[in-house]
């Protein structure tokens, strides 16, 4: 089956630990994505990549890292300098560009007490 | 289930009735737009999309309109089923030069039986 994986589905940590949140597709897309959601709100972007070795800074990058050193995986790593790491995050892809449709993942919870 | 969507606008409909979810986007210069549905706990799916160069385009129950003249975008469910119940967000290409979409707040729709 083709698509996107994202793991683990809920994530706990302690205050001050960094943690990678993990995402893997098999579309073939050059293309992937990260987004925060908290209740209420919509989609914000942290981090995308048009290409592997290459990524952009989203709208809300402060406080997390990521790399594209394979076009199947775009990790996500939340540092301990984010002051508000609890929420949604998901992940997408799609072909290079951005009139094309985003296709998501199933999300990780990460709440970080 | 992820608590999303817990102060959004809400759209409430009787089965069977059509549903009408707008969304008022921010730049004229945008060219493409997309419909997603999410429901709780999950990532947004894809519903439909449009191209700057038409004013409506229809799917399977699902019709999008866009009046560029007023930078506004609608869809429209025909004959709403309690499935339908979700948060629906569009998102637009606004071409500044950043290669990723940007999202909507969202529009939570909740189907009486």
């Known amino acids: 089956d083709g698509g996107i994986t994202q793991s683990p589905k809920y994530l706990f940590r302690k205050e001050g630990q960094n943690v990678t949140l993990s995402c893997e597709q098999n579309?073939?897309?050059?293309?992937m994505y990260w987004y925060r959601q908290d209740p209420g709100q919509g989609l914000r972007l942290i981090y995308y990549s048009q290409i592997v070795n290459d990524f952009q800074k989203g709208d809300i990058a402060e406080g997390y890292s990521v790399s594209r050193e394979k076009k199947e995986s775009f990790p996500l790593t939340v540092t301990s300098a984010q002051k508000n790491p609890t929420a949604f995050y998901l992940c997408a892809s799609s072909l290079r560009g951005p009139q094309y449709e985003q296709y998501f993942g199933p999300g990780t919870r990460l709440t970080v007490t | 289930g992820e608590s999303v969507g817990l102060h959004l606008p809400t759209l409430s409909v009787q089965e069977g009735d059509n549903s009408i979810i707008n969304c008022a986007y921010s730049?004229?210069?945008?060219?493409?737009f997309i419909w997603y549905k999410q429901e709780s706990g999950k990532g947004p799916q894809f519903i439909i999309d449009i191209r700057s160069n038409m004013d409506k385009r229809q799917g399977q129950r699902v019709t999008v309109l866009l009046n560029k003249t007023v930078k506004h975008l609608s869809l429209q469910i025909a004959a709403t089923q309690p499935g339908d119940s979700a948060v629906y967000f569009c998102?637009?290409?606004?071409?500044?030069?950043?290669?990723?979409?940007?999202f909507g707040s969202g529009t939570r729709l909740q189907v009486q039986p």
């Open positions: 730049n004229s210069a945008s060219d493409y």
């Open positions: 579309l073939n897309h050059d293309a």
């Open positions: 998102a637009e290409n606004m071409d500044t030069g950043r290669r990723a979409l940007t």
